[in-house]
């Protein structure tokens, strides 16, 4: 079976850190792109980074660059994101997705997420 | 950046009724970075349109999608009672190199 299974989160101060990991299993890891997904308390969708299958290309939204890090390990079939400087706006549901392979764009496999509190 | 905007905001239907959801782009979207997510409550999403109008393994052919350009759509020709869910377009901007997802449509039965 496919699967993504996320940990990792929890209540942190702001200015605080997190690393979140994600498990895959259930097909090939490094023959796919990742990203990290999150969705705030009664929001919508917001795509936060990606990483191409060799973490070679990273990518993040504006919204967390220069304070959060993807990266990932093929061996382990795992995939990280290292947030730093944490603030109030970064509390959400943190879902890792698999990446659709080149031409098309879209994400197929996601895991259930893991929640992320920031809060003084 | 390109924005995504869905309409209705919610849209209350009855089981057996025709679905129609809205996706435009604040500017022109390639449709091979076009897809449809379906969310239910403490679920994750779902993927159920890629393309613009292919259907993901497993989605009943109930599901639909369409369009190209700016303007895409999301048809469910029948609801089922499953069916009552948040909708949420997404694309993928090549020069930018990220996801942008629509703020969703609520599907609620009527």
């Known amino acids: 079976e496919v699967q993504l299974v996320e940990s990792g989160g929890g209540v942190v101060r702001p200015g605080g850190s997190l690393r979140l990991s994600c498990a895959a299993s259930g097909f090939t890891f490094d023959d796919y792109g990742m990203s990290w997904v999150r969705q705030a308390p009664g929001k919508g969708l917001e795509w936060v980074s990606g990483i191409n299958w060799n973490g070679g290309s990273t990518d993040y939204a504006d919204s967390v660059k220069g304070r959060f890090t993807i990266s990932r390990d093929n061996a382990k079939n795992s995939l990280y994101l290292q947030m730093n400087s944490l603030r109030v706006e970064d509390t959400a549901f943190y879902h890792c997705a698999r990446d659709s392979n080149f031409p098309f764009h879209y994400m197929d496999v996601w895991g259930k997420g893991t929640t992320v509190t920031v809060s003084s | 950046e390109i924005v995504l905007t869905q309409s209705p905001g919610t849209l209350s239907l009855s089981p057996g009724e025709r679905a129609t959801l809205s996706c435009r782009a604040s500017?022109?979207?390639?449709?091979?970075?076009l897809a449809w997510y379906q969310q239910k409550p403490g679920q994750a999403p779902r993927l159920l349109i890629y393309?613009?109008?292919s259907r993901a393994t497993g989605i009943p052919d109930r599901f639909s999608g369409s369009g190209s350009g700016t303007d895409f759509t999301l048809t469910i020709s029948r609801l089922e009672p499953e069916d009552f869910a948040v909708y949420y377009c997404q694309q993928y901007g090549r020069s930018s190199r990220m996801y942008t997802f629509g703020q969703g449509t609520k599907l609620e039965i009527k």
């Open positions: 500017q022109s979207v390639s449709s091979s970075s």
């Open positions: 393309g613009a109008s």
